[in-house]
Each structure stands twice: as C-alpha cells, then as structure tokens.
Nanobody, 116 residues
Framework: QVQLVESGGGLVQAGGSLRLSCAAS????????MGWYRQAPGKQRELVAR???????NYADSVKGRFTISRDNAKNTVSLQMNTLKPEDTAVYYC??????????WGQGTQVTVSS
C-alpha cells in the first residue's frame, strides 16, 4: 500500500508564497513521475507541475516563472515552491506519482487559499 501525504497548504495573501511538500510511504521502490495537480471549485483537475525521475519538468503555463517543483528520489518526496501567488491559484492541490509499472497514486489534497 502506497500513500502520499501532502503538507504545507494554507491561507496566504496575494503576492505571498507557500511551499507544499509530499512524502510517500509504503511498498514503493522508486517513482517515475512525481508532481502536483490542482482542482478549483467547479473546475476540472489540472496539472500544475511534474518532474520525471531524470529531472525533466513540465509546468502549466499559468504558473511558469512563479512555481518551482523539486524532488528527492532517494526519499520519494516532491515539493512545490509557490511564489507570487494569485487568487486564481486558490484550489485543492494534490500530490501525484506513478511508478515504472504505470500505477498511479494520489494524495488526499491540501487546500491553498489566496486572498486578494
């Protein structure tokens, strides 16, 4: 059983910063892709950022230049540094991972609220 546990969400004013972290536990040797998705009320879940085990990254256009993803392969952790936050960044943020057998794992989500 693999579990992803997020931390670091909260309430912040526009222009502020937050750092999300995700730690994996359970029977996992290594992950292929780790990343973050978000879902705002009334909207579909969308990719925020993801990083492959080799280090390549993908970011949503809306967060490029403001958010930075990082991961520690040895510890199976992934983090998201979010700077210059905007009210439209308000959402539940989910940690995501898949392994080399293409099994997918999701965290429970952490709320990020950006006030204007």
């Amino acid at each position: 059983q693999v579990q992803l546990v997020e931390s670091g969400g909260g309430l912040v004013q526009a222009g502020g910063s937050l750092r999300l972290s995700c730690a994996a536990s359970g029977s996992i040797f290594s992950f292929n892709v780790m990343g973050w998705y978000r879902q705002a009320p009334g909207k579909q879940r969308e990719l925020v950022a993801r990083m492959a085990s080799g280090g390549s990254t993908n970011y949503a256009d809306s967060v490029k230049g403001r958010f930075t993803i990082s991961r520690d392969n040895a510890k199976n952790t992934v983090s998201l540094q979010m700077n210059t936050l905007k009210p439209e960044d308000t959402a539940v943020y989910y940690c995501y991972a898949n392994d080399f057998r293409l099994r997918e794992f999701w965290g429970q989500g952490t709320q990020v609220t950006v006030s204007s």
